[in-house]
């Protein structure tokens, strides 16, 4: 759709296209009324560690802009998927969260010891755990993606690209803002900042703070209360500085919290009754499924998980003459944890499980930027972090264990009185078995990092650019799983045989460490062909670092799946780091006086020893571990175009193909549907990677009076089937979707008040957000459904 519309568009445009481009137009404040827009604007990004022209950066970049974010209300990673090309994001709970871009990068679960593919931001500070940053942001000015390896400036473990989040910064101007949200389900948002001097011209200071709820949407037939409940809240202040004109200083503090304090999966199909089904139905018990349409669960016990996020940070930047130093130094700390009924049903078999992290991050990086404008531009420094992770999990049984999960092992657990484990023969002695662990990672990491531009004519249309990062890292290990509570006095060979059902609480002992060097380059060359139009080709290597299994992948472990993932699909306790090559070219170009742009990008990756979460069964249990796939490979075109039409008529969207498939993975584990051992997906579309993403935003303005401006926008966004599990397991296929969100409104004064009603997932679409698959244990298939139809209205006030 898309593509069609800005394909033709640009045949037409063919012969049009300006040699002289016309002059840059202001861009719109992000609460300005454009209904006397009719041009495209500069956007200014920061995809070089400088303020540059979208145009002009050789990389395909995606920007939202703050027109965007504030009038569609995109405050999370969750609405940013449906803006950016090729992008997919993985967040079932708030502590879980996984990026990827162009088919590359979401492991899924079970990421504690590796870092993301997707590197994050937040004004210049690197994020060492995705899950930091799964909360709403406030007071955002812009967020941009940069696709392809971003080693070079970016740092470690941007393989898969980066994302660069900008926040507003305090103004020497005074200004206020505030707003309110109501909707259906429950929802309530309030926003509010105020900024403005504190020493005119040297000080000033902007304070914005949130809250915000929104009940379930579908229903827990067990005590009548809805599920899927959410609720953030969050403070941010900000100091700017500016003592001299060459020098300013920015400190940052910020605290989020959030909770999902009903977040469940939905129990959607039987796939063999033979198994929970029927041990449920002998014991007197339904086993409760729901559809995607009508969803609902019969679950006992609470299912919760809250995070917390402070974090502190300062920028010092300095013109010295010449050039730009600068420092950022930040101190974050992330801490969750959860609380749940693990066996999602009314049984009181795993009344208690939670795997919590609590992260500290130190990082520093100072960097010196030749001025702009000049026939080569340089950028040098170094950066440095220390990372300490710690994952608490535990698990305890109930004493209907053995309903839901069939006898681990009969020599453990025979016979006794004639009486078997399926008819509760140790049902008492196993209820109140608890298993706790403590996992410590070590994170240290130092880097050295320059990027250079030529412009080796005066014209400045041709530039060259490289850029080279060296990556020092030590990472160590330290895991002990043990039992917390025995009250059966069960022996140990019956404590071991259950300890496989512990989830990241399995017994065990690790204590290991690992060195990781690498070096990450770029080379790109650029050429614009009229000053509107410009050809660039790159080429890129980007490393990840290698990681650790949290579980014990040793002998130390009971359980007998790990002996199986060692000797058929090559795990171990280190997993090797990844390697990526990634060739893109393209096009960039502005036609008809401004008022279409088209960016056109094509791209070719391949990453060795991609670092893929896999999961094998024996009896009851499936030991999830790391593993290192031979290769994959991701082949596509990503097309970007923004057009208006007529004055205040504004249309922006994208369409992008990716073939991203494993070109290499002949040992994979199989999906519970098969008998099989091994599975050979070499060839197969990877996981977290529709083939095609689309979406078309038409924004329409048009002043109603003298001071007032009404305006009316429809998104529609479509996404192309796509596998949900690594091995593909047939039952966690989502069929493609599209969904559609729309919002009318009102601006009065200039833009002082903003009135607007809105509607997400306007049509009621049906639809999966994660599959979950087979579980062969338990022979049912558990799935996310995406949230139903939303709809309320917002009040905006600024000054």
Same mark, same amino acid.
């Given at each position: 759709?898309?593509?069609?519309?800005?394909?033709?568009?640009?045949?037409?445009?063919?012969?049009?296209?300006?040699?002289?481009?016309?002059?840059?137009?202001?861009?719109?404040?992000?609460?300005?009324?454009?209904?006397?827009?009719?041009?495209?604007?500069?956007?200014?990004?920061?995809?070089?560690?400088?303020?540059?022209?979208?145009?002009?950066?050789?990389?395909?970049?995606?920007?939202?802009?703050?027109?965007?974010?504030?009038?569609?209300?995109?405050?999370?990673?969750?609405?940013?998927?449906?803006?950016?090309?090729?992008?997919?994001?993985?967040?079932?709970?708030?502590?879980?969260?996984?990026?990827?871009?162009?088919?590359?990068?979401?492991?899924?679960?079970?990421?504690?010891?590796?870092?993301?593919?997707?590197?994050?931001?937040?004004?210049?500070?690197?994020?060492?755990?995705?899950?930091?940053?799964?909360?709403?942001?406030?007071?955002?000015?812009?967020?941009?993606?940069?696709?392809?390896?971003?080693?070079?400036?970016?740092?470690?473990?941007?393989?898969?690209?980066?994302?660069?989040?900008?926040?507003?910064?305090?103004?020497?101007?005074?200004?206020?803002?505030?707003?309110?949200?109501?909707?259906?389900?429950?929802?309530?948002?309030?926003?509010?900042?105020?900024?403005?001097?504190?020493?005119?011209?040297?000080?000033?200071?902007?304070?914005?703070?949130?809250?915000?709820?929104?009940?379930?949407?579908?229903?827990?037939?067990?005590?009548?209360?809805?599920?899927?409940?959410?609720?953030?809240?969050?403070?941010?202040?900000?100091?700017?500085?500016?003592?001299?004109?060459?020098?300013?200083?920015?400190?940052?503090?910020?605290?989020?919290?959030?909770?999902?304090?009903?977040?469940?999966?939905?129990?959607?199909?039987?796939?063999?009754?033979?198994?929970?089904?029927?041990?449920?139905?002998?014991?007197?018990?339904?086993?409760?499924?729901?559809?995607?349409?009508?969803?609902?669960?019969?679950?006992?016990?609470?299912?919760?998980?809250?995070?917390?996020?402070?974090?502190?940070?300062?920028?010092?930047?300095?013109?010295?003459?010449?050039?730009?130093?600068?420092?950022?130094?930040?101190?974050?700390?992330?801490?969750?944890?959860?609380?749940?009924?693990?066996?999602?049903?009314?049984?009181?078999?795993?009344?208690?499980?939670?795997?919590?992290?609590?992260?500290?991050?130190?990082?520093?990086?100072?960097?010196?930027?030749?001025?702009?404008?000049?026939?080569?531009?340089?950028?040098?420094?170094?950066?440095?972090?220390?990372?300490?992770?710690?994952?608490?999990?535990?698990?305890?049984?109930?004493?209907?264990?053995?309903?839901?999960?069939?006898?681990?092992?009969?020599?453990?657990?025979?016979?006794?009185?004639?009486?078997?484990?399926?008819?509760?023969?140790?049902?008492?002695?196993?209820?109140?078995?608890?298993?706790?662990?403590?996992?410590?990672?070590?994170?240290?990491?130092?880097?050295?990092?320059?990027?250079?531009?030529?412009?080796?004519?005066?014209?400045?249309?041709?530039?060259?650019?490289?850029?080279?990062?060296?990556?020092?890292?030590?990472?160590?290990?330290?895991?002990?799983?043990?039992?917390?509570?025995?009250?059966?006095?069960?022996?140990?060979?019956?404590?071991?045989?259950?300890?496989?059902?512990?989830?990241?609480?399995?017994?065990?002992?690790?204590?290991?460490?690992?060195?990781?060097?690498?070096?990450?380059?770029?080379?790109?060359?650029?050429?614009?062909?009229?000053?509107?139009?410009?050809?660039?080709?790159?080429?890129?290597?980007?490393?990840?670092?290698?990681?650790?299994?949290?579980?014990?992948?040793?002998?130390?472990?009971?359980?007998?799946?790990?002996?199986?993932?060692?000797?058929?699909?090559?795990?171990?306790?280190?997993?090797?780091?990844?390697?990526?090559?990634?060739?893109?070219?393209?096009?960039?170009?502005?036609?008809?006086?401004?008022?279409?742009?088209?960016?056109? /990008?094509?791209?070719? +990756?391949?990453?060795?020893?991609?670092? %893929?979460?896999? #999961?094998?069964? @024996? !009896?009851?249990?499936? &030991?999830?571990?790391?593993?290192?796939?031979?290769?994959?490979?991701?082949?596509?075109?990503?097309?970007?175009?923004?057009?208006?039409?007529?004055?205040?008529?504004?249309?922006?969207?994208?369409?992008?193909?990716?073939?991203?498939?494993?070109?290499?993975?002949?040992?994979?584990?199989?999906?519970?549907?098969?008998?099989?051992?091994?599975?050979?997906?070499?060839?197969?579309?990877?996981?977290?990677?529709?083939?095609?993403?689309?979406?078309?935003?038409?924004?329409?303005?048009?002043?109603?009076?003298?001071?007032?401006?009404?305006?009316?926008?429809?998104?529609?966004?479509?996404?192309?089937?796509?596998?949900?599990?690594? /091995?593909?397991?047939? +039952?966690?296929?989502?069929?493609?979707? %599209?969904?559609? #969100?729309?919002? @009318? !409104?009102?601006?009065? &004064?200039?833009?002082?008040?903003?009135?607007?009603?809105?509607?997400?997932?306007?049509?009621?679409?049906?639809?999966?957000?994660?599959?979950?698959?087979?579980?062969?244990?338990?022979?049912?298939?558990?799935?996310?459904?995406?949230?139903?139809?939303?709809?309320?209205?917002?009040?905006?006030?600024?000054?």
């Amino acid at each position: 759709m898309v593509a069609a519309l800005l394909l033709s568009t640009s045949v037409i445009a063919g012969a049009a296209c300006a040699e002289d481009a016309a002059p840059a137009a202001t861009p719109a404040p992000a609460d300005q009324n454009t209904a006397d827009q009719d041009q495209l604007g500069d956007i200014t990004v920061y995809a070089r560690k400088r303020a540059e022209n979208l145009q002009n950066v050789p990389i395909p970049v995606t920007v939202i802009t703050p027109a965007e974010l504030t009038r569609q209300n995109l405050v999370n990673f969750t609405d940013f998927q449906s803006k950016f090309p090729a992008f997919s994001v993985y967040l079932t709970n708030p502590k879980q969260l996984n990026l990827g871009v162009r088919g590359i990068g979401n492991n899924g679960f079970n990421t504690d010891g590796i870092d993301g593919s997707v590197g994050i931001f937040v004004d210049g500070v690197y994020t060492g755990r995705q899950g930091m940053v799964s909360t709403d942001f406030n007071d955002l000015a812009q967020v941009e993606l940069l696709r392809g390896p971003q080693g070079t400036l970016f740092g470690k473990n941007t393989t898969a690209g980066a994302v660069i989040i900008n926040t507003l910064k305090p103004s020497f101007e005074f200004g206020a803002n505030a707003e309110a949200t109501v909707g259906n389900q429950g929802y309530q948002e309030i926003k509010a900042g105020v900024t403005g001097p504190l020493i005119p011209g040297k000080l000033a200071l902007r304070l914005s703070g949130y809250y915000s709820k929104t009940d379930g949407n579908y229903p827990n037939l067990f005590n009548n209360n809805y599920q899927n409940a959410r609720q953030g809240q969050g403070i941010r202040a900000q100091l700017l500085a500016t003592p001299t004109d060459t020098l300013s200083i920015r400190l940052i503090g910020t605290y989020n919290h959030q909770g999902f304090p009903t977040i469940s999966p939905v129990i959607l199909q039987v796939y063999d009754p033979a198994l929970l089904q029927t041990r449920m139905r002998n014991a007197g018990y339904t086993l409760s499924t729901g559809t995607v349409e009508n969803r609902r669960i019969n679950i006992d016990g609470a299912l919760n998980a809250v995070t917390d996020n402070r974090a502190v940070s300062g920028e010092v930047s300095w013109d010295v003459g010449g050039g730009t130093f600068t420092a950022i130094t930040a101190f974050q700390h992330w801490s969750c944890f959860t609380n749940n009924d693990n066996d999602y049903t009314q049984l009181n078999a795993i009344p208690d499980y939670g795997s919590c992290n609590d992260e500290h991050q130190f990082s520093q990086e100072v960097r010196w930027a030749t001025a702009k404008n000049r026939p080569i531009e340089l950028t040098v420094g170094g950066f440095l972090s220390r990372q300490k992770l710690e994952v608490d999990s535990r698990l305890r049984f109930g004493n209907q264990y053995y309903i839901w999960a069939a006898n681990p092992s009969t020599t453990a657990f025979p016979t006794v009185g004639g009486k078997t484990w399926a008819q509760g023969a140790y049902a008492n002695q196993v209820a109140g078995l608890g298993f706790a662990s403590k996992a410590i990672f070590h994170t240290d990491t130092e880097a050295a990092f320059g990027n250079a531009t030529w412009h080796p004519d005066a014209a400045r249309r041709l530039a060259l650019d490289v850029g080279l990062r060296y990556t020092w890292e030590h990472r160590t290990e330290v895991y002990d799983g043990s039992v917390v509570s025995n009250l059966g006095n069960l022996s140990t060979a019956q404590i071991n045989a259950l300890s496989p059902s512990g989830a990241n609480a399995q017994l065990g002992h690790v204590d290991d460490r690992l060195n990781d060097r690498s070096l990450s380059g770029e080379a790109s060359v650029s050429y614009k062909v009229t000053p509107s139009a410009m050809l660039y080709a790159k080429f890129a290597r980007g490393n990840k670092s290698a990681g650790f299994n949290l579980l014990p992948v040793n002998a130390s472990n009971p359980d007998a799946s790990v002996l199986r993932a060692v000797t058929l699909y090559g795990a171990g306790q280190q997993v090797r780091g990844e390697k990526t090559d990634n060739f893109e070219a393209g096009i960039k170009s502005e036609w008809f006086d401004r008022h279409l742009l088209i960016n056109l /990008t094509g791209f070719h +990756t391949v990453v060795r020893n991609y670092q %893929a979460n896999e #999961s094998v069964g @024996v !009896g009851n249990t499936a &030991a999830k571990f790391l593993a290192n796939v031979g290769s994959l490979t991701s082949d596509g075109v990503e097309l970007e175009g923004e057009l208006f039409i007529a004055k205040g008529l504004h249309l922006k969207g994208f369409a992008a193909y990716n073939h991203a498939y494993y070109s290499s993975f002949h040992n994979s584990t199989c999906p519970a549907t098969t008998t099989a051992s091994v599975c050979d997906l070499t060839g197969r579309q990877v996981a977290w990677a529709p083939k095609w993403t689309a979406d078309l935003t038409t924004d329409y303005s048009h002043e109603v009076g003298e001071d007032a401006v009404a305006y009316g926008l429809v998104d529609v966004n479509w996404r192309s089937k796509q596998n949900t599990t690594i /091995t593909l397991d047939p +039952t966690a296929e989502i069929g493609n979707y %599209a969904l559609v #969100s729309a919002r @009318v !409104g009102l601006q009065l &004064a200039h833009g002082t008040y903003d009135i607007q009603l809105w509607s997400e997932n306007l049509l009621n679409k049906a639809y999966y957000i994660n599959l979950l698959g087979l579980t062969k244990s338990t022979g049912i298939v558990q799935g996310y459904p995406g949230n139903p139809r939303a709809f309320g209205g917002t009040v905006k006030v600024k000054f």
